[in-house]
């Protein structure tokens, strides 16, 4: 397909990344997103070795480094505070820094700053209400009364993926897995310079964001799908850090401001058939939805986009380019998915023990292999 009219349901990271993408290789685009006020969560990511890699093959590798904090390596401690190894991490974008912390909302103005600027129409507040494929195109009603015609329609509405619901009414839905993640913004200290994680029945860590600023993130096993109140939501973090290490027990008592805790059960999703019907494909965690034991989600959602660019600006039909497309992505996504999964349970006691230090030397062996 040299030329075609696309819409992208969903605004978020994978989302904003096709578009972007398929700017870049011509296609019109439009973007959906339901989020009237295009928010997101105030805290961090990581952005590891093959994501800069893949933003550098975007041209906005310059925009990431500006908002975000670069380090080449990771650094393990046992939960004692020992340290037990320092990992690098390969440099697959020449004169750049391995991996890239950066902020949630820094990260967001980045890929919504250069969507906009790519030509790419997004409209807020809006979601399709009815997607006919009549297999020469795509028709689609939207919820604000307005209707539009598609030669192709992509799915990046995330975890809950209602495209997905859509096309494959089978899929599998979203499994809890017994363990919720906590998050919190800090005053970065000079000592934390890359990801310091540590082993142990929780999974604790420190990622620099820039210059001033770090996060922690604290996995917890929790009864599948558990809820707290607003209030009180910065003592239930501090309590699950009393038995921390001394380096992470010295920031619990700054945890106090309730609002700026992010919580979030854990859940994970891998499709195994089709990734795709007719003109309606999906990417991200629409069909891959990972836990963040390996820090690859977002990871996995750009890349998706850019082979779906790729495949798209090659092929002769969205079918051929949707199935070369899966055929890239489904076992590096499906790995990343099982043994983030494998991660959690060990610490849950779930599965055997992990190795921290031994699966981020894989994960990076295996995410430095071209996509």
Same mark, same amino acid.
């Given at each position: 397909?040299?030329?075609?009219?696309?819409?992208?349901?969903?605004?978020? %990271?994978?989302?904003?990344?096709?578009?972007?993408?398929?700017?870049?290789?011509?296609? +019109?685009?439009?973007?959906?997103?339901?989020?009237? =006020?295009?928010?997101?969560?105030?805290?961090?990511?990581?952005?590891?070795?093959?994501?800069?890699?893949? #933003?550098?093959?975007?041209?906005?590798?310059?925009?990431?480094?500006?908002?975000?904090?670069?380090?080449?390596?990771?650094?393990?401690?046992?939960?004692?505070?020992?340290?037990?190894?320092? %990992?690098?991490?390969?440099?697959?974008?020449?004169?750049?820094?391995?991996?890239?912390?950066?902020?949630?909302?820094?990260?967001?103005?980045?890929?919504?700053?250069?969507?906009?600027? &790519?030509?790419?129409?997004?409209?807020?507040?809006?979601?399709?209400?009815?997607?006919?494929?009549?297999?020469?195109?795509?028709?689609?009603?939207?919820?604000?009364?307005?209707?539009?015609?598609?030669?192709?329609?992509?799915?990046?509405?995330?975890?809950?993926?209602?495209?997905?619901?859509?096309?494959?009414?089978?899929? *599998? %839905?979203? +499994?809890?897995?017994?363990?919720?993640?906590?998050?919190?913004?800090?005053?970065?200290?000079?000592? #934390?310079?890359?990801?310091?994680?540590?082993?142990?029945?929780?999974?604790?860590?420190?990622? *620099?964001?820039?210059?001033?600023?770090?996060?922690?993130?604290?996995?917890?096993?929790? =009864?599948?799908?558990?809820?707290?109140?607003?209030?009180?939501?910065?003592?239930?973090?501090?309590?699950?850090?009393?038995?921390?290490?001394?380096?992470?027990?010295?920031?619990?008592?700054?945890?106090?401001?309730?609002?700026?805790?992010?919580?979030?059960?854990?859940?994970?999703?891998?499709?195994?058939? *089709?990734?795709?019907?007719?003109?309606?494909?999906?990417?991200?965690?629409?069909?891959?939805?990972?836990?963040?034991?390996?820090?690859?989600?977002?990871?996995?959602?750009? +890349?998706?986009?850019?082979?779906?660019?790729?495949?798209?600006?090659?092929?002769?039909?969205?079918?051929?380019?949707?199935?070369?497309?899966?055929?890239?992505?489904?076992?590096?996504?499906?790995?990343?998915?099982?043994?983030?999964?494998? %991660?959690?349970?060990?610490?849950?006691?779930?599965?055997?023990?992990?190795?921290?230090?031994?699966? &981020?030397?894989?994960?990076? +062996?295996?995410?430095?292999?071209?996509?």
């Amino acid at each position: 397909m040299k030329e075609g009219k696309i819409l992208i349901v969903g605004g978020g %990271i994978g989302g904003l990344t096709a578009a972007i993408a398929l700017r870049g290789k011509g296609f +019109e685009v439009d973007l959906l997103e339901r989020d009237p =006020t295009w928010s997101v969560y105030g805290v961090g990511i990581i952005q590891q070795s093959n994501v800069v890699r893949a #933003v550098a093959q975007l041209g906005i590798l310059d925009d990431y480094l500006e908002a975000g904090f670069g380090f080449d390596h990771v650094e393990v401690y046992l939960p004692d505070g020992r340290q037990v190894a320092k %990992i690098p991490a390969p440099k697959l974008a020449e004169g750049y820094p391995a991996n890239i912390g950066i902020g949630r909302p820094a990260l967001h103005k980045v890929l919504g700053d250069r969507a906009k600027a &790519s030509g790419a129409n997004i409209r807020l507040g809006v979601t399709s209400e009815s997607l006919k494929d009549d297999g020469a195109g795509v028709d689609v009603a939207f919820s604000d009364g307005s209707a539009g015609r598609y030669d192709l329609v992509i799915g990046a509405d995330g975890l809950y993926s209602a495209t997905r619901r859509a096309i494959i009414p089978d899929a *599998p %839905i979203p +499994e809890p897995t017994g363990q919720s993640v906590w998050r919190y913004n800090f005053v970065r200290p000079d000592d #934390v310079t890359c990801l310091c994680a540590y082993e142990g029945p929780m999974g604790i860590g420190l990622v *620099p964001l820039s210059a001033d600023r770090m996060y922690m993130f604290v996995t917890t096993p929790e =009864t599948p799908g558990r809820r707290f109140e607003r209030e009180g939501l910065a003592a239930e973090m501090r309590a699950r850090l009393r038995n921390a290490p001394p380096r992470i027990s010295e920031l619990t008592a700054k945890i106090t401001d309730d609002d700026e805790v992010v919580y979030k059960p854990l859940e994970c999703l891998f499709v195994d058939g *089709p990734w795709h019907r007719g003109r309606i494909v999906l990417l991200g965690d629409a069909v891959h939805a990972t836990t963040p034991h390996l820090g690859q989600g977002a990871g996995m959602a750009i +890349e998706d986009s850019l082979v779906l660019a790729d495949e798209l600006a090659k092929a002769d039909t969205p079918e051929q380019a949707f199935e070369a497309y899966q055929a890239r992505r489904f076992e590096r996504c499906r790995y990343i998915v099982e043994r983030s999964r494998a %991660i959690g349970d060990a610490q849950l006691g779930k599965g055997p023990p992990a190795d921290t230090a031994g699966e &981020s030397r894989k994960m990076f +062996e295996i995410t430095a292999q071209p996509i």
